[in-house]
């Protein structure tokens, strides 16, 4: 079935240090990528999205592409802030479907 | 401003009560969903709704009903029946067609069963 793996956190980052949170999936046909997240005590913010291989969504600094190939859309950004602390989410939508399949999130600490 | 409300933030209940969580959306999207999140886990469909009056389970629907009488409104009750309801719980809703449907999701209600 399809599904979301995530790399466990959590990640305690310094203040300007490069961020990577891996994800890769497992679906069949062409699923769009999203990565949500989650401020503390809140619901879920779209942070950036890829509907097809290749695609880079973008968004606040982070970026992440669409790799086909390696079944993957990592999320990295390249000078975290505290603002950043959070809860990161991978997730996936498969082609003509509404339904998301999340992955078990990273929790995302940065200290100044 | 427009938005999804879910109510109450907090919501404590003793066990053996069903309670009922509200989601009200004024976005105009037909499809709605309900999400539960436990501590260190992502999140997993209990329901969803594309169109009023009709709604399908997700993967954890056991102790747990909806209705979609309104566009706007997607309630969710916990039942007794509901073995662990102690968690937090995120509405959220999508337009039907389009290339991202993207899901707006509300703040959550966090239950806590006592």
């Known amino acids: 079935g399809d599904s979301v793996t995530q790399m466990e956190g959590p990640v305690t980052l310094s203040e300007e240090a490069f961020l990577t949170i891996n994800c890769t999936y497992t679906?069949?046909?062409?699923?769009?990528l999203f990565w949500y997240v989650q401020y503390p005590g809140e619901g879920l913010q779209l942070l950036l999205k890829?509907?097809?291989?290749?695609d880079k969504g973008s968004n606040k600094g982070f970026e992440a592409t669409y790799r086909k190939e390696t079944t993957s859309f990592h999320l990295e950004k390249g000078s975290v802030q505290v603002s950043d602390s959070a809860v990161y989410f991978c997730a996936l939508r498969k082609d003509g479907a509404n339904n998301l399949f999340f992955g078990t999130g990273t929790r995302l600490t940065v200290i100044p | 401003d427009g938005g999804i409300t879910q109510s109450p933030k907090y919501l404590f209940r003793k066990e053996g009560q069903n309670v009922t969580l509200s989601c009200e959306q004024n976005?105009?999207?037909?499809?709605m969903y309900w999400y539960r999140q436990d501590p260190g886990q992502g999140l997993r469909l209990i329901y969803y709704s594309q169109i009023v009056n009709d709604f399908q389970k997700g993967d954890i629907a056991e102790g747990y009903s909806v209705s979609r009488e309104k566009k706007e409104s997607f309630p969710l009750t916990v039942t007794s029946a509901q073995k662990n309801p102690t968690a937090f719980y995120l509405c959220?809703?999508?337009?039907?067609?389009?290339?991202?449907?993207?899901?707006?999701f509300g703040p959550g209600t966090r239950l806590t069963v006592l």
């Open positions: 890829a509907t097809k291989a290749d």
């Open positions: 679906a069949t046909g062409y699923p769009s």
């Open positions: 976005l105009n999207h037909d499809a």
């Open positions: 959220a809703s999508s337009i039907m067609v389009g290339t991202y449907n993207e899901q707006f």
